[in-house]
Each structure stands twice: as structure tokens, then as C-alpha cells.
């Protein structure tokens, strides 16, 4: 499996390239950069400026907040100033996000991301080939590319989808080179059961590869005791405010805890977010997020994902002086 890293998206601009350049020492196969305070592509500049063999994807970069032409053009210049080591991860986050913080459309979102990515690839195909751009869909229309803004380079970054629904996941198996999951759909049951069945058959039935298959659980870890049960709160505060979002409960039905959900949601509603951790119960957690100190934390996600994932994100240390101990982690990890 891929190791790959994510990073803190608080994280000052300024940090972002020695981080990805510790990220590359300690062995790490990619690093995703996501969306959410930061541009992602100003991050995957920084973190491909400051490396020469970490693969750095977009993960996620919000499809929708953009024009298919903007993406196109930010991923093809990262992908070839940068040794290729460019991926596009692409999402649709949800409605409410999109229409209200970006002021953006959102009807109709696989169809939609469907017409996207093939916009996206259409621009690919015209700045390899020269060729007049074409692309006539029922969102998006792209027939004007003047020569001068055609950009230099011959290579097309590989497209990733990160999805949740079962819709979206087989868009995925219909027309991406890999699959992201949302922490809230990482669990290995889900992934066994749901998103890889439902992954491989949209592409048998697309006549295509199957997509590699990323998984982004929360992990909770560290070298003692004391900090993996305080890694853990932290990741339980955090899977508390993401199973608020009705999207993101599917997960919370296979698993017997449907009822969360709605609790959940009743306290956002009355803007009690500091008791939605409350609600979460310790088993739910202990079923969702793998916990375990960097001595056992490779034995662990073997057991939940060997077979059932091309990949795994977990993040490094917040304090790079742990990175000896942690390379211990990744030094096992890469055994299996």
C-alpha cells in the first residue's frame, strides 16, 4: 500500500514547503494537500518546489468553486514544471458549502462532476495535441483556446475522485485513475462492502482498469500512552462535527449507530458545537479510528486495509522531533 501524508490546514504558507520536505525524508510515497483555508493549488506549489520525488495530489480540491479551464491549466502547469509529480484530486463537497460560502451551482452534482472531469480532460487532450479544444456538455461548454494560452508540456495528471456516496464512488469507477474516501467512510466494513464492489463493477461495466483506492481515515497514534489518548480526543471532536453532515451518515447506519446522526445535527442546529463529542459513543470511536502507538500502528492498518485499499493517509507527527520514533512506523509499514 501507498503511504501517504496529509497536512495541518492551518498550516502558515510559509511552512508548507519544509513540511513537504520532511514529508519526502521520512519515506512517505504522496502528500495530499486539501481545501479549506488555503488554495490547493498555492499548496501543491510549495510542496512540489520544495521536494524532487513526493508525489503531491490535490486532496480534495472543490470542483465546483472553479472553471473546468482555471483547474485544468493550474494542474497541467504543476504536473509538468514539476517532474510529473503532480495528481488532481477533485470533490464536490456539499450543497450547502458550495451555494453559500462560494456562491456557487450545485443541481445535479454527479451529473455535474461527470460533465467536469471530462471538461477537464478535454483541456488536457488540446494542450498535448494542439488541437482546437471541444467540449460541448449539458454544464459545461469549452471551444476557445487561441494559441498563445495554450500552455507548454505534454503531460496529463491522473484525475482523482474523492467520494462518498454510492453515486459518486461509481462515477469514479466510470471515469477517475483513483478514489479518495472522507474519514467518515474509511472504515473497513464500509470499504469491504460498499465502495470497492461498487468501485470495480462501474468499471467493468465502463470496459476501464479499476481505480486505485485511497482510504483517509482519522488516526490516532503517537510514542506513549498519553499522547495517543489525547490524539484520540482530538480525533473524536473531529469525527463528532463531520457526522454532523446528513452526507456523511451512511456509515453511522452499516454500523448500527444511526441514531447519532440526528442528535448530532439537533445540537448543531442550536449551536452547541462544543458537546457534539458527547454524543459520539467510545465504541463508535474505537470501530472508526485506528488507534495505536507508532510501535503497532503498521500491524494495525494492515489488518483493517491490506487487500482492501491501494493506500492510507496518515499524517506525521506534529513534532518533528517524534520522526525518529515514527519512522519506526513507517520503516514496518513498508514490509507488508
Not at 476501464?208 to 473524536?236: F, W
Request: hydrophobic share 45%; aromatic share 8%.
Amino acid at each position: 500500500m501507498e503511504l501517504i501524508a496529509g497536512i495541518d490546514p492551518g498550516m502558515s504558507l510559509g511552512d508548507v514547503g519544509a513540511y513537504a520536505n520532511r514529508v519526502e525524508r521520512l519515506g512517505y510515497d504522496a502528500l495530499h494537500v486539501p481545501e479549506m483555508r488555503s488554495d490547493p493549488f498555492v499548496l501543491a506549489a510549495l510542496a512540489l518546489e520544495a521536494t524532487s520525488t513526493l508525489e503531491v495530489r490535490t486532496g480534495v480540491a472543490l470542483a465546483f468553486v472553479r472553471s473546468p479551464m482555471a483547474t485544468a491549466l493550474a494542474a497541467w502547469s504543476l504536473a509538468n514544471s514539476f517532474g510529473e509529480r503532480l495528481a488532481l484530486g477533485l470533490g464536490p463537497q456539499i450543497r450547502p458549502n458550495i451555494e453559500q460560502r462560494y456562491g456557487m451551482p450545485f443541481d445535479r452534482p454527479v451529473a455535474r462532476m461527470a460533465d467536469y472531469i471530462a471538461a477537464v480532460r478535454a483541456c488536457f487532450t488540446s494542450f498535448a495535441s494542439g488541437e482546437p479544444l471541444k467540449h460541448e456538455g449539458p454544464f459545461y461548454d469549452l471551444t476557445r483556446l487561441q494559441p498563445e494560452f495554450r500552455p507548454e508540456g505534454s503531460y496529463a495528471p491522473s484525475i482523482w475522485l474523492g467520494a462518498v456516496g454510492n453515486r459518486m464512488v461509481a462515477l469514479a469507477g466510470r471515469v477517475a485513475d483513483g478514489l479518495i474516501t472522507h474519514p467518515t467512510n474509511s472504515h473497513q466494513l464500509d470499504v469491504a462492502e460498499r465502495i470497492g464492489p461498487t468501485l470495480r463493477e462501474a468499471a467493468v461495466s465502463a470496459g476501464r482498469p479499476t481505480p486505485s483506492l485511497v482510504v483517509s481515515p482519522l488516526v490516532a497514534t503517537g510514542p506513549s500512552a498519553a499522547e495517543v489518548d489525547a490524539a484520540l480526543d482530538a480525533a473524536r471532536r473531529r469525527l463528532a462535527f463531520l457526522y454532523s453532515t446528513p452526507a456523511y451518515r451512511p456509515t453511522l447506519d452499516r454500523l448500527g449507530y444511526g441514531d447519532v446522526g440526528p442528535a448530532l445535527r439537533t445540537l448543531v442546529r442550536a449551536q452547541r458545537w462544543d458537546e457534539l463529542a458527547d454524543v459520539v459513543p467510545h465504541t463508535l470511536v474505537d470501530a472508526v479510528i485506528p488507534t495505536a502507538p507508532f510501535s503497532t500502528l503498521a500491524e494495525s492498518l494492515h489488518q483493517r486495509y491490506l487487500g482492501l485499499a491501494d493506500g492510507v493517509v496518515v499524517r506525521p507527527p506534529g513534532d518533528p522531533s517524534r520522526d525518529a520514533a515514527f519512522g519506526e512506523f513507517v520503516e514496518a509499514f513498508r514490509q507488508h
